[in-house]
């Protein structure tokens, strides 16, 4: 072990027991503190997690159920709550749970409850409490016994609409044979009053649907039966009316920048447009176009009212730049008619920002500085134009390096698509964006270099579905290199160089489709969700046909040109998973791979240096520093980082991650990395690097690592200690590094936000 890692050790076990002691510290002389909670249960079906959502009292939070970091803090401060130390440390940690019999005993009942709502009718419950040293163990004994499942289900209603959606057996949530479920019971009723309410009965709710359950003990069995309840059901022809008559949308009048309601406006500013059964009116200026409020408004006079409409017009509305908040209500002008009201607050139309950075780049500092103006409605019609700027300065030992770059976005709410159906646009939400680039790069070392780009893209995604898409129409970017040095040129723009078209002037033109999807639920925060992501894109190909059609001469080394300049024919795939297993609020495993691979034929040799791939750093193999990895086996010479010749065609990463809570913003994670990058061939400026097929496993590289994340809420600061593992750019006896040096093998990463 080095003396690095045994300080390191030294510390986390010092950590380890001044939190840890005393745990009882601030317990009351006869209390006892809730160390722990027992749950057994003989019902399979339900997770020791769902009952745990019904205890009425917990431990305090633990790390991986070991370590109560956050009431060790608390019990380091002293008892003078007056000394400010003390105030701080019991603000950042959590007071004892102490043991409470009225809590054990509502939890005993909360849990009975929740296993006869699942069909369990004849569990229960028992719970007992063991103590040692002034601290007590509760255990929740559950015995569910066999549950009781549904054997006839009938809808008894008379009104025609809704007896019709509430028989519907293809989409009933309610099946024969099934296992009696409370919460499945109130989905169905949910399920019949939102299909109810989207055919216009505004009046309809929920709660006016009941249930009768006939119950077998000896069988298990029970006959369901679906009704109105009696009030309703009973009630007089005119209560009847109202509950069951479909509303008609009459006008819809959309207020912007006032609130009618509150009558601070003068009427003299109000400013008032009519198309057809739309009213528009303005508390002051026109901010929005009368036809860009109508296309997000999805409520149209004279259809039924249709609760998903509100919805969908709620969702595009705030979805525009402009908007700040939106109020949609409706007021009942005469029986079975309706009138829709749209408050809308705008949101500041332009802002401006400037941000200054300090920069640390393979062992250079540097500063940097942001400069960003946006216009949320330029033309009002809620388009958002963005120019960001930026320039940065970085000192080495020789030759100073300076960059400075700036960004241009127009982006239009929604898809300027030509001879698009009425049905696609009624249930698309979508943008399209259009980007001028320009980036100058000067390294006085090795070169000067000129990026300059312009693209059109639309992002969309389909109503009810997780997927968001994003297609690039064109993207266009032009590399120009006005100043190579000798030493520069000699070494990568020799004709062996792999790299030798990256650094020439050459020319991209791209297209491009991505796709992500999430099946994470904001309404049930603790349960498993993944991510994922895929993209592909290809360039060149209409260039290349071109020049065959129009009979165009390669030159010497074979290759096509446009404007005298050589463009890139590739293509390239990515795809990106991530999978959240939660224990509990505070403790989850984070399971990562990611793959890309991209193929350069037809007029290109290689990728573009920019669309290669490189592995280490924050987001990768975190043993390594950000391109100093791979391809293959390849090593560099001398200690520099080689950012020409790290960097591949093909890339793999692995990632496991535990995150937990640790106390007030601070939570921690151990990880275990793997992956590498290699080229599709063999290069010689690369000896080691070409991706095979029986060989590539032995050549992933692995790392393990702690990292601190500070959650601000609104952004993560994270930083992250990696120790390499195993690497496959040594000789074989010194891959894995069993005693790791804090020089060769080591890597901190500072980064905003979680790595995936």
Known sequence: MTKNHFFFLCCLSALFFMTSCRSTKYVPEGK?????????SDAKDISQGEIKNYLRQTPNSSVLGLWKLQLGVYN?????????????????????????????????????????????????????????????????????YDPYLLNRY??????????????????????????????????ERTRITNHMRMRGYYNFEKDYLNYIAD??????????????????????????????????????????????????????????IRYGNYLISYGGKRDLR?????????????DLYNDVLVERTYSAMNSLSPVKYVNISFAEIMPGTLDCFIVITPNKPKSFSVQGEGTFSAGDWGIASNVGFTHRNIFKGAETFSIQGRTAYEWRDVGNTFEASGEAKLNFPNLLVPFTSSDFKKNTRGNTEFNLIYNYQKRPLEYTRIIGGLGMKYTWSRRYSPFRHSLDIFDLSYVYLPWLSDEFRE????????????????????????ASYSNYNPGRPLRNYYTARYGIETAGNLLYGASYLFNLKPDEDGAFKIF???????????????????????????????????????????????KRYYSGGANSVRGWSVRTLGPGTYKRSGNLIDFNNQSGDIKLDLNLELRSKLFWLLEGALFLDGGNIWTIREYESQPGGAFKFNSFYKEIALAYGVGLRFDFSFFIFRIDYGIKLYDPARER???????????????????????F
């Open 733 to 755: 006896r010194d891959r894995w590094r069993n005693k790791p040096t804090w020089q060769e093998d080591m890597a901190f990463h500072f980064a905003i936000g979680y790595p």
């Open 76 to 144: 380091l401060s002293g008892p003078d709550t007056a000394k400010w130390i003390n105030r701080t440390l019991r603000k950042i940690g959590d007071a004892p749970v102490v043991l409470d019999s009225a809590m054990t005993d509502e939890s005993v009942v909360q849990i009975e409850k929740f296993a006869k709502n699942k069909g369990y009718f004849n569990a229960s419950v028992n719970s007992s409490v063991t103590t040692k040293k002034q601290k007590a163990t509760v255990t929740y004994d559950i015995k569910a």
């Open 32 to 40: 006892y503190l809730l160390d722990k909670v027992v749950i057994k």
């Open 215 to 272: 119950s077998t003990r000896q069988t298990r069995k029970i006959d369901l039966t679906l009704e109105l309840r009696d009030y309703v059901r009973d009630a007089t022809d005119s209560a009847r009316q109202v509950i069951f008559k479909q509303y008609t949308i009459r006008e819809v009048i959309i207020h912007t920048g006032f609130d009618p309601t509150k009558r601070t406006t003068e009427s003299s500013q109000i400013d008032t």
């Open 290 to 302: 009368p036809e860009t409020l109508m296309n997000n408004c999805y409520i149209i006079p004279g």
């Open 564 to 610: 005298n300049i050589r463009y890139s024919q590739y293509v390239k795939f990515d795809g990106d998973i991530a999978y959240h297993q939660i224990f509990d609020k505070n403790n989850r495993f984070v399971y990562h791979a990611s793959f890309g691979i991209g193929i350069p034929y037809g007029n290109a040799t290689s990728l573009p240096f920019e």
């Open 491 to 514: 070494e990568f723009i020799n004709d062996g160089s792999i790299l030798k078209y990256s650094y020439e002037d050459h020319f991209i033109m791209r297209t491009g489709y991505s």
């Open 154 to 187: 009938r809808v008894h209603i008379t009104q025609e609409d809704l007896q019709e959606i509430a028989t519907d057996s293809i989409h009933s949530l309610i099946k024969p044979g099934m296992q009696f479920n409370v919460n499945q019971l109130d989905a």
